[in-house]
């Protein structure tokens, strides 16, 4: 009978086997994880919070600082879109994606046991809850606020590159890391799946 979470399996005579399509990996608790998740998150809105305070104090109505020999700017704007400042034209349809996210992730943490996974879903949740509480507490407030975005590579104001923010680079590292550990075959459980060899394969074909 196997379990949920685990890369073993136990017989009728009661001794245990590894799975035929998984093999060992590090596992940690469902509370060690979770607590990773909502860690790495309160980070995130912490850190996109004070940056965009910063920005809207300091760069709002001057003019663009130039770094890394304009390589990025750091410019002002208020976004009406979603990450990297795109779908202007349906921004009351954010905050019920940000939530649909949220509640997805809280289901998921349940039997979360994997660290690199708590770690991507909470860049997730952070970045989604980040530009969340500019869409409500920002003008014009109820779920249609602006988000304030700053960074911008390559020219100011998003001129060759989506201008974006703390919230949008934690979201975007965060579904490319869990893209990354979907192709390596890491479970959200702790469990990593088997890939065949070749020598495998060529077995089964025989």
């Known amino acids: 009978m196997s379990e949920l979470g685990s890369v073993a399996v136990s017989d009728d005579e009661g001794e245990t086997r590894p799975l035929p399509d998984a093999v060992p990996a590090t596992a940690i608790s469902v509370r060690r994880a979770v607590l990773t998740l909502i860690a790495v998150a309160v980070v ?7 940056t965009k305070e910063w920005a809207t104090n300091t760069l709002e109505g001057a003019d663009p600082v130039r770094l890394l020999g304009g390589l990025v700017y750091f410019s002002f704007t208020r976004n009406s879109g979603a990450a990297w400042s795109m779908g202007s034209n349906y921004t009351y349809v954010f905050p019920f994606i940000a939530f649909a996210v949220a509640a997805w992730i809280g ?4 039997k979360l046991r994997s660290l690199p996974w708590a770690i991507a879903l909470g860049l997730v949740l952070g970045g989604a809850l980040g530009n969340l509480v500019d869409r409500v507490f920002r003008y014009p407030g109820g779920i249609s606020g602006h988000v304030v975005d700053f960074i911008s590579l390559f020219g100011p104001y998003g001129q060759r590159f989506p201008i974006f923010n703390i919230a949008d680079m934690a979201l975007s590292f965060g579904v490319c890391l869990a893209i990354l550990l979907e192709f390596t075959g890491r479970q959200r459980d702790g469990s990593r ?9 060529r077995e089964e074909t025989r």
Do not use: F, M, S, V
Request: aromatic share 4%.
């Open 107 to 110: 289901w998921t943490a349940r």
């Open 193 to 201: 799946l088997r890939r065949e060899t070749k020598e495998e394969q």
């Open 44 to 50: 995130i809105i912490g850190l996109d919070a004070a």
